[in-house]
């Protein structure tokens, strides 16, 4: 919309001269002004970017997007009229991310506007007020939903008009995906709504919307920062994976592998999800380390040299150094540190044996040498996921811990596995799998 076509500027003139043509009517002393304003500032307080937090610019709130259970309370208990205004200061005063501002807020509020009329008119036509004012719930189920379902339409539609017109996307992306994610969510509103509305009606008057709208509230806005934060860690992971594959392409792919396999495992052995997560990133966080070694030793071609042996072999150590002060990864950070230490204790950097190695660090390992041995690498091909299996259950007990080896067993007794290349086979590239093992040990746990 920074750059409006004339289709474009036509629809949102035309949407803001209906929503001003629907709320109009309400500017007279007869209207219900104590609900109007107390449902108005409490839309206007849920609406992002309306009050001013210390971080603003620079860490902005996170956000739920309109609140749509007020807009349909109020389609509930006032007339198509005033509903139509309680939208109006909140889409005015709230943040807008993307120019023309003006523009955009005007479009806001005039849409919500019309919806929210067309939602309150579906409800009167139904006989919601008097159903609300005998209490009768199970006939005022119906016009909630229907003005659920109107609000939910009517929105959708408008907006979907302006995304043909001004961005030009298919009928089909502008309505038919964003209508069916919406209809679930907005049939809940509703029943949120009706009941703010039974408590209205009843004895509780205003207080109502402290009682249901805003516990609600709170409640979606602790749901979009978690997701948030959850979506700025997984973003976090990807830019360390993408750098560590940019300096060692033989591997792509390999760490979202390890992760994969890790999760199988924790799933396999009973973990809470919250460790299944931190699993997930220790697998593909646990080469972050190569960061710190030199690429020329990465993609050596020969034998490494016993020196050159000892500085790829401190990449466990690195790794653990540059995630050390990133908090969410908790229990990862044990696993990037000790995946190449065995349950023999002749592993690295450490030599810590039996439980001495933390359990993220023997999942890691297992599905690190795995992938490893199920990958087509520079000096050899891929083996068959059941010489795999094979190759770790005689490690078992030496280097990999037998609990470990066995759940990834049954996990891909139902999980597929695919197949990866991560490399043209023929070069020699050093150092990679079983040539940082002792010369006496066959299972090729990898770098």
Same mark, same amino acid.
């Given at each position: 919309?920074?750059?409006?076509?004339?289709?474009?500027? %036509?629809?949102?003139?035309?949407?803001?001269?209906?929503?001003?043509?629907?709320?109009?009517?309400?500017?007279?002393?007869?209207?219900?002004?104590?609900?109007?304003?107390?449902?108005?500032?409490?839309?206007?307080?849920?609406?992002?970017?309306?009050? @001013?937090?210390?971080?603003?610019?620079?860490?902005?709130?996170?956000?739920?997007?309109?609140?749509?259970?007020?807009?349909?309370?109020?389609?509930?208990?006032? @007339?198509?009229?005033?509903?139509?205004?309680?939208?109006?200061?909140?889409?005015?005063?709230?943040?807008?991310?993307?120019?023309?501002?003006?523009?955009?807020?005007?479009?806001?509020?005039?849409?919500?506007?019309?919806?929210?009329?067309?939602?309150?008119?579906?409800?009167?036509?139904?006989?919601?007020?008097?159903?609300?004012?005998?209490?009768?719930?199970?006939?005022?189920?119906?016009?909630?939903?229907?003005?659920?379902?109107?609000?939910?339409?009517?929105?959708?539609?408008?907006?979907?008009?302006?995304?043909?017109?001004?961005?030009?996307?298919?009928?089909?992306?502008?309505?038919?995906?964003?209508?069916?994610?919406?209809?679930?969510?907005?049939?809940?509103?509703?029943?949120?709504?009706?009941?703010?509305?039974?408590?209205?009606?009843?004895?509780?008057?205003?207080?109502?919307?402290?009682? %249901?709208?805003?516990?609600?509230?709170?409640?979606?806005?602790?749901?979009?920062?978690?997701?948030?934060?959850?979506?700025?860690?997984?973003?976090? %992971?990807?830019?360390?994976?993408?750098?560590?594959?940019?300096?060692?392409?033989?591997?792509?792919?390999?760490?979202?592998?390890?992760?994969?396999?890790?999760?199988?495992?924790?799933?396999?052995?009973?973990?809470?999800?919250?460790?299944?997560?931190?699993?997930?990133?220790?697998?593909?966080?646990?080469?972050?380390?190569?960061?710190?070694?030199?690429?020329?030793?990465?993609?050596?071609?020969?034998?490494?040299?016993?020196?050159?042996?000892?500085?790829?072999?401190?990449?466990?150590?690195?790794?653990?150094?540059?995630?050390?002060?990133?908090?969410?990864?908790?229990?990862?950070?044990?696993?990037?540190?000790?995946?190449?230490?065995?349950?023999?204790?002749?592993?690295?950097?450490?030599?810590?044996?039996?439980?001495?190695?933390?359990?993220?660090?023997?999942?890691?390992?297992?599905?690190?040498?795995?992938?490893?041995?199920?990958?087509?690498?520079?000096?050899?091909?891929?083996?068959?996921?059941?010489?795999?299996?094979?190759?770790?259950?005689?490690?078992?007990?030496?280097?990999?811990?037998?609990?470990?080896?066995?759940?990834?067993?049954?996990?891909?007794?139902?999980?597929?596995?695919?197949?990866?290349?991560?490399?043209?086979?023929?070069?020699?590239?050093?150092?990679?799998?079983?040539?940082?093992?002792?010369?006496?040990?066959?299972?090729?746990?990898?770098?």
């Amino acid at each position: 919309m920074s750059a409006m076509s004339t289709p474009a500027r %036509v629809t949102v003139a035309a949407v803001c001269a209906a929503g001003t043509l629907c709320a109009a009517p309400a500017l007279r002393p007869a209207t219900a002004w104590g609900t109007v304003a107390v449902l108005a500032a409490l839309y206007a307080l849920c609406e992002p970017g309306v009050l @001013p937090t210390r971080a603003a610019g620079r860490h902005p709130p996170a956000a739920v997007g309109p609140f749509l259970p007020v807009l349909l309370a109020a389609a509930l208990l006032l @007339p198509p009229a005033a509903a139509a205004l309680v939208a109006v200061p909140g889409s005015l005063a709230g943040r807008v991310e993307q120019e023309p501002r003006r523009v955009r807020r005007l479009w806001r509020a005039a849409h919500l506007a019309v919806a929210v009329w067309a939602a309150a008119l579906a409800a009167r036509l139904l006989d919601g007020p008097r159903a609300l004012a005998a209490a009768d719930l199970p006939y005022a189920l119906l016009p909630a939903t229907v003005a659920a379902l109107v609000l939910c339409v009517t929105a959708t539609v408008l907006t979907g008009a302006v995304l043909v017109t001004a961005e030009g996307r298919t009928p089909r992306a502008a309505w038919g995906a964003p209508l069916l994610g919406a209809l679930a969510p907005h049939l809940t509103y509703g029943l949120v709504a009706l009941m703010t509305a039974v408590l209205w009606q009843a004895r509780y008057g205003a207080f109502a919307a402290v009682l %249901v709208p805003l516990p609600m509230y709170v409640a979606c806005w602790g749901f979009a920062r978690a997701r948030r934060e959850r979506d700025a860690h997984r973003a976090t %992971v990807r830019a360390l994976v993408q750098a560590v594959e940019i300096k060692d392409h033989y591997t792509r792919g390999h760490s979202e592998r390890v992760g994969r396999a890790s999760v199988f495992i924790a799933r396999e052995l009973g973990m809470p999800e919250p460790r299944v997560d931190a699993l997930r990133f220790a697998g593909i966080l646990h080469d972050i380390g190569k960061l710190g070694v030199p690429t020329r030793l990465l993609r050596k071609n020969g034998p490494l040299t016993p020196a050159e042996r000892r500085v790829v072999e401190l990449h466990p150590e690195y790794g653990h150094e540059m995630v050390r002060g990133i908090a969410f990864l908790g229990e990862a950070r044990d696993a990037i540190l000790h995946h190449h230490e065995r349950l023999d204790g002749s592993g690295y950097p450490h030599g810590l044996a039996g439980d001495q190695i933390p359990e993220f660090a023997r999942v890691v390992a297992v599905a690190d040498a795995f992938d490893a041995m199920t990958s087509t690498r520079s000096y050899r091909r891929a083996r068959p996921v059941r010489a795999a299996l094979d190759e770790l259950h005689a490690c078992a007990g030496t280097h990999f811990d037998p609990a470990m080896v066995a759940a990834l067993t049954r996990a891909l007794a139902h999980h597929s596995w695919p197949v990866a290349a991560s490399g043209p086979v023929g070069a020699t590239t050093a150092g990679r799998g079983p040539l940082l093992l002792p010369a006496a040990v066959s299972a090729p746990v990898p770098r």
